[in-house]
């Protein structure tokens, strides 16, 4: 079972950052913060993961607090293509997806 | 740039009829799932497998479904007979390994049961 939380949408204008919140309280030490999105009915699309240090890579950074309940995905421009359900996901092996934030951005 | 893919992408089966589901893993990748999404629903984990075993299954892979990696590239779904409520899009992945790493996706098959 997912164990993050998530808000159910998100707006963001065109070109701005786009920020995503998810708690995860009851991360444990060895569990990792992964980040996946959905276009439509595509497969997930991997975006970044982390542990406890900030990740950063060609689609987004992945900040992961101190005491790691919590972490926020970043889009730093937002396009219309990154319009999309984002999932928050934390476990130590296997993929289990929410119900995830529903990004769009708008023109 | 290495993809999984699905096929075919979209399947119509009568019920109580068998359907396979085919996918191929990224070459190198070791560890093979099955997801459904069953229509404004979110992604659901069915199954892992790894050498040749099913590592992990969840309470929905019952009786019904099997997988099975019959040759060294491809990776399948069985349902024997299908139900009006298996209709959903069905997600293959595969990963190079279980932990800290990302599981790349195919872009599906969309089953209809009628």
């Known amino acids: 079972d997912a164990k993050t939380t998530q808000p159910p949408s998100m707006d963001c204008a065109e070109g701005r950052a786009a920020n995503l919140p998810c708690n995860h309280s009851?991360?444990?030490?060895?569990?990792?913060v992964y980040w996946y999105r959905q276009i439509h009915s595509q497969g997930p699309q991997y975006i970044i993961h982390?542990?406890?240090n900030n990740e950063t890579n060609e689609m987004a950074s992945l900040i992961i607090t101190e005491d790691r309940k919590s972490s926020t995905l970043i889009l730093p421009h937002a396009t219309l293509r990154d319009t999309a359900v984002y999932y928050c996901?934390?476990?130590?092996?296997?993929?289990?997806f929410g119900t995830g934030t529903s990004l769009t951005v708008i023109p | 740039e290495p993809e999984v893919t699905q096929t075919p992408s979209h399947q119509v089966t009568q019920m109580g009829q068998e359907v396979i589901l085919r996918c191929v893993p990224i070459?190198?990748?070791?560890?093979f799932y099955w997801y459904r999404q069953i229509l404004g629903q979110k992604v659901e984990f069915l199954v892992s497998?790894?050498?040749?075993?099913?590592?992990?299954k969840s309470e929905i892979f019952d009786d019904q479904f099997s997988v099975e990696r019959p040759d060294g590239s491809n990776f399948t779904l069985k349902i024997r007979s299908t139900k009006l409520e298996d209709s959903a899009m069905y997600f293959c992945?595969?990963?190079?390994?279980?932990?800290?790493?990302?599981?790349?996706f195919g872009q599906g098959t969309r089953l209809t049961v009628v």
């Open positions: 996901i934390v476990l130590p092996n296997q993929f289990y």
């Open positions: 070459s190198n990748h070791l560890y």
């Open positions: 497998f790894y050498n040749n075993e099913i590592s992990e």
């Open positions: 982390g542990l406890k």
């Open positions: 009851t991360i444990s030490g060895n569990e990792y």
């Open positions: 992945a595969s990963s190079i390994r279980a932990t800290n790493t990302e599981a790349f």
